[in-house]
């Protein structure tokens, strides 16, 4: 069986991973590391460049080793080597991309450049064995988009964000209201103890005919809030974070049910079509919850990764990585492949 090493660089996460198909053909994940650095960027409240590069540096060869001592194998039992080679942060990408290739040459094994996009896209299939075609809505702090998954290199994009990532509202959220880094899951956990109806905050693009998503409107609306309100008291953070939560799940749902109408009407003959939903913030519960309302009302069944493979690991690029060998789409990765930071 093909066994295929996974790094991941691009953000602030240092991961590594083996992963494989057991002798039934059902994907297996041998090993998967993930190394946060969280702690390093927390007094700046969000990642730091240069930090997060020096970082992978530090942390890489160590996280690798990890990663084939929990699988049980040598370097040279690995049958390729896939990297993350963007879109990220320039210096991460070349510390994980440049180890990736010293790996595969020191071994004389094959380089798969894999786009991080690609990773969280085919990650349903290493978890659910979500047949092609299948609707995928990514949101991460760099990313808001729909895409149409139609094979392994097979991706049109039919909604994106106008401004802000949902991710990155999530974040800059937070900020204005003094929570910690990461943003997200702080916002989620103030938003337990708080009432979604206390502020009446826009629902961006809602009714509207574009596919498209825009987030950073919510953000002025919540700044202007939390400056009227000054000093804030621990209940009214609580109250505006769990309105916030309230509006962006109530555009998102509008905007994402557009496209799930459209793949309907463009896959008519899919009896049951698949709403994939990856990326960091498909770690929210309430956003999954009405995105599993919003499948079921239009006859989708909703597939959400587990929590650990939804924010950034390296399990979901060696995956990528096997399922481009397996497509033969892993054949020309020259040694001299760049990192695209804007890929
Ligand atoms: O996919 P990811 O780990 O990294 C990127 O590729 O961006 O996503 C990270 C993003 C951050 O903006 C983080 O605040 C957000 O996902 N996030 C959440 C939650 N957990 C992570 N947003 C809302 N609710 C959460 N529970
Ligand atoms: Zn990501």
Redesign the pocket.
């Known amino acids: 069986m093909t066994r295929v090493l996974g790094i991941e660089t691009s ?1 602030d996460e240092t991961a590594a991973s083996v992963v494989t198909r057991d002798a039934s053909g059902k994907p297996q994940i041998i090993s998967n590391i993930v190394l946060s650095q969280i702690e390093e960027h927390v007094a700046f409240g969000g990642v730091v460049p240069e930090i997060a590069a020096r970082a992978h540096v530090t942390a890489l060869d160590g996280v690798i080793r990890a990663a084939l001592d929990e699988a049980g194998m040598k370097p040279a039992d690995v049958d390729a080597v896939a990297a993350t080679a963007g879109p990220g942060l320039i210096g991460g990408l070349i510390v994980g991309l440049t180890t990736a290739k010293a790996f595969a040459a020191a071994l004389g094994k094959p380089l798969i450049p894999i786009n ?1 996009l690609e990773g ?1 896209a085919l990650t349903p299939r290493l978890t659910d064995k979500v047949a092609f075609p299948y609707l995928l809505l990514l949101v ?3 990313h808001s988009q729909i895409v149409e998954v139609r094979g392994v290199g097979d991706y049109r994009r039919w909604a994106t964000t106008i401004d802000d990532a949902l ?2 509202a ?2 800059k959220t937070a900020k204005l209201l003094s929570l910690p880094y ?4 702080n ?2 956990k103030a938003a337990k103890t708080g009432d979604p109806k206390r502020f009446s905050f826009p629902r961006p693009l809602k009714g509207e005919a574009r596919p498209d998503f825009s987030f950073s409107g919510l953000k002025t609306a919540v700044r202007r809030t939390a400056t009227e309100l000054a000093p804030l008291s621990p209940q009214d953070v609580s109250h505006i974070c769990a309105s916030f939560q309230a509006a962006v799940t109530e555009s998102l749902t509008d905007r994402v049910a557009r496209s799930l109408t459209r793949f309907r009407e463009e896959h008519s003959g899919v009896t049951t079509p698949t709403l994939v939903v990856a ?3 498909a ?2 519960l309430t956003i999954r919850a009405a995105l599993d309302a919003t499948a079921q009302e239009a006859g989708f069944q909703l597939v959400a990764p587990p929590l650990q493979l939804c ?2 690991n390296a399990a979901m690029i060696a995956w990528a990585g096997l399922e481009r060998l397996e497509a033969g789409l892993a054949e020309e990765a020259p040694m001299n492949f760049r990192p695209r930071p804007r890929w």
């Open positions: 953000c991080h969280h991460s702090g760099g991710g990155e999530f974040d990461p943003g997200g899951p916002v989620e990326g960091g913030v770690a929210n924010g950034d």
